[in-house]
């Protein structure tokens, strides 16, 4: 498809269990981003690729959330021995490479929704 | 602290009226925003940006107004349609390192169109 894809919509996963999450960007898009979103806020920025490098992993909660892009194009966000305060819509977004004065838009897949039991 | 404020949780406007909501910044360094628009279950769609370089963007019924001397940016609907209700969330970046920054958003303002 022509939009960012993301997967799986929903996961259920009991506390302690480690997670999977899938972002398959648009084509050709070198910039990468996962946001986390909790519930009546904002997407909050996790940790930014651009290509397969990992440039930006400030937001990332913890130690227990890893992210990779290894070929520059699909990434996943895993997160290990997963605890309640996890619960929450984890977005993907990707983009063109900004050059100035232009600049282009993040877009976002529709999201994984994370819920830990 | 949060850099990107929206102080409207909720607004309410007739059909064919303008819609404005407002949002506030308060990182000096930023020079790019954007406005989205969220439905439920749905990923946030882009809808329009500008760029702290310029003062006023439009697209057809949608229009950004930035007032960086008061870090305040505004979206304008005109005219308001049933099918703009959602939530909009205004979002900001900065150019650094040679790229795109992360977006940092406000919590979102549910808009609610009636016929």
């Known amino acids: 498809g022509a939009g960012v894809s993301q997967s799986p919509r929903y996961k259920v996963a009991k506390r302690g269990q480690d997670v999977a999450l899938r972002c398959d960007p648009i084509?050709?898009?070198?910039?990468l981003f996962w946001y986390q979103q909790a519930l009546g806020q904002g997407p909050e920025f996790l940790t930014y690729f651009q290509n397969e490098a990992q440039l930006d992993k400030s937001g990332l909660p913890s130690d227990r959330f890893f992210a990779e892009r290894p070929e520059g194009s699909v990434s996943t966000l895993k997160i290990q021995r997963t605890q309640q305060e996890d619960s929450a819509v984890y977005l993907c977004?990707?983009?063109?490479?900004?050059?100035?004065?232009?600049?282009?838009?993040?877009?976002f897949g529709d999201g994984t929704r994370l819920s830990i039991l | 602290d949060q850099q990107v404020k929206q102080n409207s949780p909720s607004l309410s406007v007739q059909e064919g009226r303008i819609s404005i909501l407002n949002c506030d910044y308060t990182n000096s360094m930023f020079d790019y925003f954007l406005w989205y628009k969220k439905y439920p279950a749905e990923g946030p769609t882009f809808l329009i940006s500008?760029?702290?370089?310029?003062d006023k963007n439009e697209d057809g019924r949608f229009t950004v107004f930035l007032n960086k001397s008061a870090k305040h940016l505004s979206l304008h609907i005109v005219p308001s349609q049933p099918g703009d209700s959602a939530v909009y969330f205004c979002a900001a970046s900065r150019y650094y390192g040679g790229s795109q920054g992360n977006l940092i958003f406000g919590k979102g303002t549910k808009l609610s169109v009636k016929p």
């Open positions: 500008i760029s702290s370089i310029k």
């Open positions: 084509s050709g898009h070198v910039s």
């Open positions: 977004a990707s983009s063109s490479k900004r050059l100035r004065p232009t600049v282009q838009p993040q877009h």
